[in-house]
């Protein structure tokens, strides 16, 4: 895979929480001498205990909400105070009567758990979840207010993004400038973050958490995580199963496949939700732009793609709109079928040379704001995250065998290239050096809810059943319908069946099919 693809591929792996959140701004409040929180006290290493010990103070800060900051070992196999890094975290307490925290996660990897809560905290939580716990984010490490990944300034990154090579797709011109794009972004992560850069891993924000569940004084997390939020609740199923309480993950991922399988489901998964908004569109608008006929629908955009392939256009910024630019704003309209009229004009516009639905939906999914700066670090963190969770692939005949299959997965979307790979991770500062991937068993643990929507592009419903399969005592709910992830979509069924859960433990005996 090329550079840009690589990208585009492991951006749309995340949740759709990412495009849901807004930054906010934060004014704390005098700390209040009573807001303090009472850590379990339970038995760990002698030197983990500064940090299962410590004692939150949260001040108040708008919106109802009391904020606090945690200190975490960087490397959590060699603890030391010289290199503690920060966790941002913040909660809404309990409206009614308290049975503990309900901790959350709207995916990512890169996701604002901080801002989740502050900025989103109904769709985070049901009004009857708030009243019976402290709902908490925090933002994992890499991330927004936490210790965090910095590599570009907003021009730079803007380039990195957006650039474009000046020699022809697939020379070998053009190759060593999409590598080189990579060798440098990657350098410049590490002068800008440090060390900090090679424990970014989703296992060391999972110690993270069983950090926080004992430092709020919870004996079990209690955890409802979306997306890339399932792969933090399953992991931490995983490896601390006698410490779960209640834990719902919701757009379920497979940990047991590849990086490879998980970028060829997805581009299947978002092959199948454009077909299902093609099938859709005639009926449902009337300023549809296709026919119905989805062959010749998808034959359209294919041609939209090659042809801004061959000759990207300007917006009025400057900025160059490729295929590539077509691809991630067509994929961000697809997480939700609320987003679907955004696909009527992005086409509509895309025929006509209209930049400007292409960058808004691009924009917004990089959380790029109007005046050309980005709001947070989402895009950085992603990568720095992704590539040190997954092996990366270098063999130049398994490379070409798996262009060959993405191929097929989407023709009318995915653009061929020379077998290079992801350039972004094989140029990495840190490598994968965790154990060879495999299926997680929980073995030990009460039961889980496994939540997973069969119209799901992202995180596509084949990874809830599996996860499902894999994990001893999950119980599989399925939603029906479109778009990534179910809870707090306004379903009804799968918010009854997710709160009795997590509110009175009820455990459904079958799937409820909502």
């Avoid at 716990?133 to 021009?155: H, L, M, N, Q, T």
């Avoid at 692939?393 to 653009?415: I, K």
């Avoid at 709910?477 to 979509?489: D, K, L, S, V």
Wanted: proline share 7%.
């Amino acid at each position: 895979m090329n550079t840009a693809h690589a990208r585009t591929t492991a951006l749309i792996a995340t949740g759709s929480a990412l495009l849901l959140l807004l930054s906010g701004c934060f004014n704390f409040g005098i700390l209040q001498p009573d807001n303090t929180t009472k850590p379990t006290g339970e038995d760990v290493p002698a030197a983990l205990v500064p940090y299962y010990t410590q004692v939150l103070d949260w001040a108040d800060c708008d919106n109802g909400m009391q904020c606090a900051t945690a200190k975490a070992p960087m490397d959590w196999s060699n603890p030391s105070p010289e290199t503690d890094i920060e966790l941002a975290v913040v909660r809404h307490p309990a409206t009614g009567t308290k049975q503990g925290s309900l901790f959350t996660n709207p995916g990512g990897p890169g996701a604002s758990g901080f801002d989740f809560v502050y900025d989103s905290l109904d769709f985070a939580a049901s009004a009857d979840l708030q009243a019976a716990f402290d709902v908490v984010g925090w933002d994992p490490r890499g991330v927004g207010r936490s210790s965090a990944v910095k590599c570009y300034e907003a021009p730079e990154l803007d380039a990195f993004i957006f650039g474009l090579p000046k020699a022809p797709r697939g020379t070998q011109a053009w190759i060593d400038e999409v590598t080189q794009s990579s060798i440098d972004f990657g350098k410049a992560c590490l002068e800008n973050t440090g060390e900090l850069l090679q424990f970014i891993d989703t296992q060391s924000t999972v110690h993270d958490l069983d950090m926080l569940r004992a430092v709020v004084g919870d004996p079990k997390l209690n955890y409802l995580g979306y997306s890339y939020g399932s792969d933090i609740g399953s992991y931490y199923v995983e490896n601390f199963p006698d410490k779960v309480g209640r834990l719902v993950v919701d757009g379920a991922t497979d940990s047991s496949i590849s990086v490879f399988e998980v970028g060829l489901v997805q581009t299947k998964g978002f092959q199948r939700a454009l077909e299902n908004y093609l099938k859709a569109c005639p009926d449902l608008f009337d300023d549809c732009p296709f026919t119905g006929d989805l062959t010749a629908d998808l034959a359209t955009i294919r041609g939209l793609y090659d042809r801004y392939d061959a000759s990207p256009v300007a917006a009025p910024d400057g900025r160059m709109m490729d295929a590539g630019v077509l691809d991630i704003a067509m994929s961000m309209a697809l997480y939700s079928q609320d987003s679907w009229p955004f696909l009527n004009d992005l086409f509509s516009e895309a025929q006509d040379g209209v930049t400007d639905t292409a960058f808004f939906l691009a924009d917004y999914y990089y959380s790029r704001d109007t005046d050309g700066t980005y709001a947070d670090n989402s895009l950085e963190a992603f990568l720095a995250i992704y590539c040190v969770d997954y092996p990366v692939e270098t063999d130049p005949t398994v490379l070409a065998e798996q262009e060959v299959l993405l191929e097929q997965a989407s023709p009318t979307t995915y653009r061929p290239s020379p077998p290079i790979g992801d350039t972004t991770c094989i140029n990495w500062p840190y490598q994968y050096q965790g154990p060879p991937i495999a299926a997680l068993t929980g073995k030990g643990a009460p039961p889980v809810l496994v939540v997973s929507t069969t119209g799901d592009p992202a995180t596509p419903y084949e990874w809830g059943v599996a996860l499902a399969d894999q994990l001893e005592s999950a119980v599989l709910i399925t939603f029906n319908g479109e778009g990534h992830t179910a809870y707090g979509q306004g379903n009804e069924c799968i918010t009854s069946t997710v709160d009795q859960y997590l509110l009175k433990g009820v455990v459904p005996t079958a799937d409820p099919n909502c």
